[in-house]
């Protein structure tokens, strides 16, 4: 196989780009506890669905959100027929209690990772879009700072809670911002909520410390389920997206719309993402700038790069395709 090179941020920094699309690898950057397999892992390792875990095989999926909205569901159905069942109503509560317990585990808390956020959000601050796979609050985090500081510039298209189907007009600078930098979920957040009438909302706080807090209380309330795709098959994903007004909005709007230039940083390309690049493809980018982590063997480097191409070659055979080291200097979180 051809040897395929490698470049630093530095290098093709300059090149105008339109949006960048956030993986795993981004979170991961900042906090080596999000390379869990998954959140359902996390729980079942920690024994926290003792009573629910047939439920999840029930419905043969691994999605907390999923199997709580069924909870609810059932929930509201024998209350409106007469017949409450305490077992549901234990089951939503384990559910819920366990996904909390599961997120706490693995989330860092905002002071320790302070810096990190203040090099994420100036970076971050170079793309007129970004849209980030990761439901975690450290993008969240590094917008807050960022705009502590300079304005309106990151706006996420919600207002007072409510999201914005029309957010083209967003694009324009607010205030003191001196420029824009709109910011999507294509698989939800933890910001992101729906009430048991399909209401969806953000869920805001004014300190950026305590927005896990307050997030994980307002579960807790059993008046909100989170609204992210935490894992699945893409057949599943898409699924789960189409639940939401908000999810399908961004697949159906956002991800066909992000410019010629496309850098992508910290993303597997894994078959279970294969929906994000399906929709990419609606409108390709003519170049794509690949992030690769150079802490790992070269031989590994190399096959993840003809990976991304075999995937491109699939879904964007006329993007050009580069790539370049994720640990660059002034890339993401890296000084």
Not at 215 to 240: C, D, H, L, M, N
Request: with cysteine; charged share 15%.
């Amino acid at each position: 196989m051809d040897r395929i090179e490698i470049d630093t941020w530095a290098n093709i920094s300059q090149e105008g780009w339109s949006a960048i699309l956030l993986g795993n690898g981004a979170s991961i950057a900042i906090h080596r506890e999000f390379a869990y397999p998954t959140l359902h892992s996390v729980a079942d390792g920690k024994g926290l669905l003792a009573n629910t875990a047939p439920i999840f095989a029930k419905l043969g999926t691994t999605d907390f959100e999923h199997v709580l909205l069924a909870c609810w569901y059932a929930e509201l159905v024998n209350g409106a027929l007469g017949t409450p069942s305490a077992d549901i109503s234990a089951a939503y509560a384990e559910v819920r209690t366990a996904l909390i317990e599961a997120v706490h585990s693995v989330h860092p808390v905002h002071a320790n990772v302070a810096a990190d956020l203040q090099r994420v959000g100036t970076f971050a601050s170079l793309f007129p879009t970004v849209v980030s796979l990761n439901y975690d609050l450290t993008l969240y985090w590094a917008m807050l700072l960022f705009n502590a500081t300079n304005g309106s510039w990151f706006k996420d298209a919600f207002h007072d809670g409510d999201f914005q189907i029309d957010w083209e007009y967003l694009r324009q600078p607010y205030g003191h911002a001196a420029g824009a930098t709109l910011v999507f979920y294509p698989h939800g957040s933890l910001a992101v909520a729906r009430n048991h009438l399909g209401v969806e909302t953000k869920l805001a706080v004014g300190a950026a410390g305590d927005l896990l807090e307050t997030i994980t209380r307002r579960w807790s309330s059993g008046r909100y389920v989170p609204v992210f795709v935490s894992e699945g098959t893409s057949k599943q994903k898409v699924a789960a997206i189409r639940r939401s007004h908000y999810l399908t909005n961004v697949y159906e709007e956002v991800l066909p719309t992000l410019g010629e230039n496309l850098v992508v940083y910290g993303w597997s390309f894994d078959e279970r993402d294969q929906h994000v690049l399906d929709a990419i493809s609606a409108n390709p980018p003519k170049r794509m700038a690949v992030s690769v982590f150079t802490g790992q063997p070269d031989g590994d480097q190399q096959a993840f790069c003809h990976q991304v191409h075999k995937a491109a070659g699939l879904f964007l055979a006329d993007t050009a395709v580069t790539f370049f080291d994720s640990q660059s200097p002034g890339c993401w979180n890296n000084p």
